[in-house]
C-alpha cells in the first residue's frame, strides 16, 4: 500500500461516518491520524457537541473491536482491566476480562472517574499490555482509546494528571457547529433522536484490519527529513524555555509528534513531511503537556496563545 492508497481508505472511512455525523472534518481527521499514528486521543467540547457518537461513529467504519467504558466516580480498576475470578466449578482462578481488552476503546467522560481508577489506563495506553495479579497480557497492536471530556462540568469530575495526559497523542477541543452545519444536523437528525447508534444511518465498516495494518506500514514509510526532526525538537525545547509556561513539553512529546505528521502527510496524499503539516498538529499535540506559569495565568492566556508564540519564534525550514 502507498500513500494514495491511504488517502482513499481515509475517504472511504470519512465517507461511512458522514452518513451519521455532520461536519466535524478537522476531528475526524485528527482521529484518522491518531488511528494511523498508533496512538490515543482526547475529545473535550461542550455537551452535546456529538463527542460520544462521533467516536462511536468512528468505530462503526472500522472492523475493529469496539468496547466503551462510561466512566464514573464508583469505577473501580478492575472494572476496566478486569480480574482474577475463583471458579468453583474448576477450583481454579480464572480471568475475566475487562473491556479493556478491545481495539478501539470509547472512554466516555474520563474525567469523572478518580485518579486510581483513570491510571488504570496507563500501561494499556503506553505499552499495550495489562498486568493483572503479577500477569501480563498483552493487547492488540491496534489498541486506541479514545476518550472523552467535558471541560464545562467541574462537579463530580477530576483532572487528569499529567502522566495520563501525556499518553494521549493528541488534545482536540470540539466548538459549537457553525449555522450550516447545525440546520443539518436539526434536519437530518431530529427524526432519530432516540437512535440506537450510529449503524441506524447505515454506518458500517469501511476497510477491514489488514487494510489498516497495511496503512499503518505504510505511514512508517513516509519520509521526514533531518531538518524537519530538527524543527521538531526546537519547537518542544521552546516550550521549556519559554516564561509562558512553568512546565514544558517532554521528549515524547516531540517522538509522538514526528509520529503523528507522518501519518498527517499520508493522509494528505504525500510521502514526505511538510513543515506546515508539524505547524497544524503543534497544538493538538502540546497544549495538554504544558502548563502555564502563573503569569500567563494572571495574563489570561491559553496554551493555544502561548504556542503560538512559540511557533513564531522558531523559524521553519524551507
Known sequence: MN?????????AIKAEIGKAIVGHETTINMMLTTLLAGGHIL???????????LARSFAGALALKYNRIQFTPDLMPGDVIGSNIFDFQSSAFKLTKG?????????????????????????????????IDGDTHRLSDRFMVIATQNPIEQQGTYPLPEAQLDRFLF????????????????????????????????????????????????VAKVLISPEIVDYIVSLVRATRESAAFSTGAS????SMMAAGVRAYAALEGRDYVVPDDVKTLVRPTLRHRVILSPTAEIEGRSPD?????????IEAPR
Open 171 to 218: 488534545k482536540h477541543i470540539l466548538g459549537y457547529p457553525n449555522r450550516e452545519d447545525e440546520l443539518k444536523i436539526v434536519t437530518t437528525q431530529s427524526l432519530r433522536a432516540n437512535a440506537a447508534g450510529p449503524d441506524a444511518f447505515g454506518v458500517a465498516a469501511a476497510v477491514d484490519e489488514k487494510q489498516i495494518t497495511a496503512a499503518v506500514d505504510a
Open 251 to 254: 521528549p515524547r512529546a516531540a
Open 43 to 53: 475529545l473535550e467540547g461542550p455537551p452535546g457537541t456529538a463527542k460520544t457518537f
Open 305 to 313: 496563545e502561548a504556542l503560538e508564540d512559540v511557533i513564531e519564534n
Open 3 to 11: 500513500v494514495s492508497d491511504v488517502s482513499n481508505l481515509a475517504a
Open 99 to 131: 473491556p479493556v481488552f478491545t481495539e478501539v476503546l470509547l472512554g466516555d467522560e474520563i474525567n469523572r472517574t478518580p485518579p486510581k481508577t483513570q491510571a488504570a489506563l496507563l500501561e494499556a495506553m503506553q505499552e499495550r499490555a495489562v498486568t
